[in-house]
T-cell receptor
């Protein structure tokens, strides 16, 4: 069965510092991976995806993610965090047959001024 | 990116009544839409897959008679919570894939049953 793990419930970082939000996955075959951000009482906003190609994927709002096949990881990164980046972040893998998304448990990012 | 619009954003209803939530793809057609439920401080749980012109596919444990899904056109899917109870109170989110196969999400609907 396909699954996604986000090992950290919360990540704290100071504004201006780099941030990393971790994600590992377990899939059969090649993974389709996604990152989304959710602000309070809002839906999910698409940040970036990996399907094939370069392992470093660049997305919206300065975010990027690195696909690592050997470690089965897809960590989200940003070189310099903003207070406005504080939100809930979800990693997801797509079931290729049904197009369903399987979500990780979410990681709350808190960027302090 | 593609836009998925969900309406209403919040609704309060009395126990025993029914509530309809709409999900529209504004700038693309979606033969398939997905309905999720999110509990406080939890991840999203897929409830059902909505298929245009045919019956929805429900996930295990989701009551299809309680959560009625209709996908009558390529841009609209509706979720009706029938005979709502307080335990149905939750945040419901819909999703649709755009032409690039990226799932985009609606703004969500906060349902409170009193």
């Amino acid at each position: 069965a396909q699954s996604v793990a986000q090992p950290e419930d919360q990540v704290n970082v100071a504004e201006g510092n780099p941030l990393t939000v971790k994600c590992t996955y377990s899939v059969s075959g090649n993974p389709y991976l996604f990152w989304y951000v959710q602000y309070p009482n809002r839906g999910l906003q698409f940040l970036l995806k990996y399907i094939t190609g370069d392992n470093l994927v660049k997305g919206s709002y300065g975010f990027e993610a690195e696909f690592n096949k050997s470690q089965t990881s897809f960590h989200l990164k940003k070189p310099s965090a903003l207070v406005s980046d504080s939100a809930l972040y979800f990693c997801a893998v797509r079931d290729k047959g049904s197009y369903k998304l399987i979500f990780g448990s979410g990681t709350r990012l808190l960027v302090r001024p | 990116g593609a836009v998925v619009s969900q309406h209403p954003s919040r609704v309060i209803c009395k126990s025993g009544t029914s509530v309809k939530i709409e999900c529209r793809s504004l700038d693309f057609q979606a033969t398939t839409m997905f309905w999720y439920r999110q509990f406080p401080k939890k991840s999203l749980m897929l409830m059902a897959t909505s298929n245009e012109g045919s019956k929805a596919t429900y996930e295990q444990g989701v009551e299809k008679d309680k959560f009625l899904i209709n996908h009558a056109s390529l841009t609209l899917s509706t979720l009706t919570v029938t005979s709502a109870h307080p335990e149905d109170s939750s945040f419901y989110i819909c999703s649709a894939r755009d032409g690039a196969d990226i799932p985009f999400f609606g703004q969500g609907t906060r349902l409170t049953v009193v």
